[in-house]
């Protein structure tokens, strides 16, 4: 069974430049999470898709993030413009139902903002 | 609020020794349920152990054990016989009552960077 797929694996940008970070979760788990991991610290969610709605959005920074999962699927995390703070690593997960105790966990995006 | 404090950034242990890594936390909610994930440096979370709060028995999982203590809020992980891939960063993790929608995500704590010695 293949695992939780996220590209790229690195990326290094400007202040104020924009990214965009891609993931395919595991098939047929409905449930997509973003987290933002800041060295040093724990995963934070961002924001949780099931299907193709959003649950949970509440500490995403609207002003400049945003994600979307049109088809149910693959799903993209956007920033624009791009803080020095916005530099970490960023973390894509799935599971089956939103209540399952395990979430599988993508290797991550390392973002690096100068 | 959820909150999950881990106070040791780092721990060593000597291979095929038991290592306990502590967790405390802290929530309002009636029910919850604990977590623990391990890091490796290649970077993607695993999912080890889940304990839920009403849970009569501590949760095992192979060598690994949750020692919970619902008085003292501790949700400790026992990892017996440590190997060398053992080494890695330890994330303690809670989730509220699955009634409440914001509820339903996982708070981490910052975890703390276990080193197997051989």
């Known amino acids: 069974e293949a695992g939780v797929a996220q590209s790229p694996r690195y990326k290094i940008i400007e202040k104020r430049q924009s990214v965009a970070f891609w993931c395919n979760p595991i098939?047929?788990?409905?449930?997509l999470y973003w987290y933002q991991q800041i060295l040093g610290q724990g995963p934070k969610l961002l924001i949780q898709?099931?299907?193709?709605?959003?649950?949970?959005d509440s500490q995403l920074p609207k002003d400049r993030f945003s994600a979307e999962r049109l088809k149910g699927v693959d799903s993209t995390l956007k920033i624009q413009p791009a803080k020095l703070e916005d530099s970490a690593v960023y973390l894509c997960?799935?599971?089956?139902?939103?209540?399952?105790?395990?979430?599988?966990f993508g290797p991550g995006t390392r973002l690096t903002v100068l | 609020a959820q909150k999950i404090t881990q106070t040791q950034p780092g721990m060593f242990v000597q291979e095929k020794e038991a290592v306990t890594l502590d967790c405390t936390y802290d929530?309002?909610?009636?029910?919850?349920?604990l977590f623990w994930y391990k890091q490796p440096s290649s970077g993607e979370m695993i999912f080890l152990i889940y304990?839920?709060?009403?849970?009569?028995q501590n949760a095992t999982e192979g060598r690994y054990s949750l020692n919970f203590q619902k008085a003292r809020k501790s949700a400790n992980l026992v990892i017996s016989a440590s190997q060398l891939g053992d080494s890695a960063m330890y994330f303690c993790?809670?989730?509220?009552?699955?009634?409440?929608?914001?509820?339903?995500?996982?708070?981490f704590g910052s975890g703390t960077q276990l080193t197997v010695l051989p």
């Open positions: 993790a809670m989730r509220g009552d699955l009634s409440s929608g914001s509820a339903r995500q996982l708070t």
């Open positions: 997960a799935s599971s089956f139902y939103s209540s399952d105790n395990e979430q599988f």
């Open positions: 929530t309002s909610d009636p029910s919850y349920g």
């Open positions: 304990q839920g709060s009403y849970d009569q």
């Open positions: 098939s047929g788990h409905a449930t």
């Open positions: 898709f099931q299907n193709n709605g959003v649950v949970d």
